[in-house]
Each structure stands twice: as C-alpha cells, then as structure tokens.
T-cell receptor
C-alpha cells in the first residue's frame, strides 16, 4: 500500500517564485491536511479539507492556498514564496476526525532562497 | 484548547520497558488521547489512541488515569528503532479541526 504520497520530496525556490506541492492518498479518506514543521518544533496545521471540493484554514494559512478537486488529492500552493516558508511540509489523511488516526506522508523539504 | 505536557527527553536501554508520561489536566470529556511518533527525517507515525480505557496494540500500550488527566505510553521492550520523538495529542473530534503537536519527548534508546 502506498498510503500517503507527497511530491516532490525536495525543492529549492527563489523568493517570489510559485510552486504546488501534491499530496495523494489511496485509502479513500475523507479528511486531508497540510502541516509545516520548522526545526525543533512540532507540526502546525496550514489548511485542511473535510471532503472533496471543500477546504478550510488551519493555524497558519497565510501565504498558502489549497485545492481538493479530487478526493484522493490535496494540493498546497505557494503563490509568491518567501524565506519564512522554508520548512518541511507534511500531508496527512484520515477516515474521520477525532477517533481515527491520521496517516502522514514522508514530507517535502522546501528551501526558499 | 486543552494542552499536553511531556518531558523534553527520556533515555532507555534496549529490551527494557519504557514509560512515556503525558499530563493533560484540562482534558475535556470528548477528547481522545492520541500518540504519534516521528523518526528522524520521516513523517509522524500513529502509535495508539484511547478515550477512557487502557488500550493495547502491536506497537504499544496506553494507560489512562482514572481521572483522565494523565496518560502513559508503554513500550514493552524498547528497540533501537523506537528512538524517536513521541507526541501526546488531544483530539476532541469537534468542529475545531486542529491537531496540536507540541515539542514531544525525544526518546533515546541505548544498545
């Protein structure tokens, strides 16, 4: 089972460039999430989705946009990258919220120069 | 939001049991207690979760205090592969879709 797959695994951008991070899950989960993790810190929720076609803001949404056009995919976009967005980005999915665990991808390491 | 408190680090020897504590004195009645761990350069991995009763699975056991204000993750026989950061997280399952990861406990396992 692939589980949660994130692409790309690494990326270096220049300030002001744009890019999209892709998250794909093959578990038919309704809920999907994007987190960022900065050095020595826990994960912080950026955006999440409770189903196909829906998205909502998490704890640190500024500078990011998301889309969930297909149930299995959740895209995270940076329209104009800033050095403060240098981080490791994790995608996760879950069958439901609360009782069910979240399944995480291996992360995308993004550096903004 | 209800918060959790964990020791910054703990150390164990291989093949010995490990008890990782978590305090959550402001837990609400609907909060599930989840444990995740994160190995270096990997995404968090689900370990176990519970609501009121103690739970066991192939990875670990979760002991929940009767008043639910604290819990303990038990690794019965630590291996070198268990060296990771362990996060104790409360999930209310309500409309506040926020899973708050603190700094967790860094577990070192000595051979």
């Amino acid at each position: 089972n692939a589980g949660v797959t994130q692409t790309p695994k690494f990326r270096v951008l220049k300030t002001g460039q744009s890019m999209t991070l892709l998250c794909a899950q093959d578990m038919n989960h309704e809920y999907m999430y994007w987190y960022r993790q900065d050095p020595g810190m826990g994960l912080r929720l950026i955006h999440y989705s409770v189903g196909e076609g829906t998205t909502a803001k998490g704890e640190v949404p500024d500078g990011y946009n998301v889309s969930r056009l297909k149930k299995q995919n959740f895209l995270l976009g940076l329209e104009s990258a800033a050095p403060s967005q240098t981080s490791v980005y994790f995608c996760a999915s879950s069958y439901s919220w609360g009782r069910q665990p979240q399944h995480f991808g291996d992360g995308t390491r993004l550096s903004i120069l | 939001d209800a918060k959790t408190t964990q020791p910054n680090s703990m150390e164990s020897n291989e093949e010995e049991p490990v008890h990782l504590p978590c305090n959550h004195s402001t837990i609400s009645g609907t909060d599930y207690i989840h444990w995740y761990r994160q190995l270096p350069s990997q995404g968090p991995e689900y370990v176990i979760h519970g609501l009121t009763s103690n739970v066991n699975n192939r990875m670990a056991s979760l002991a929940i205090a009767e008043d639910r204000k604290s819990s303990t993750l038990i690794l019965h026989r630590a291996t070198l592969r268990d060296a990771a950061v362990y996060y104790c997280i409360l999930n209310s399952g309500g409309s506040n879709y926020k899973l708050t990861f603190g700094k967790g406990t860094l577990l070192t396992v000595n051979p």
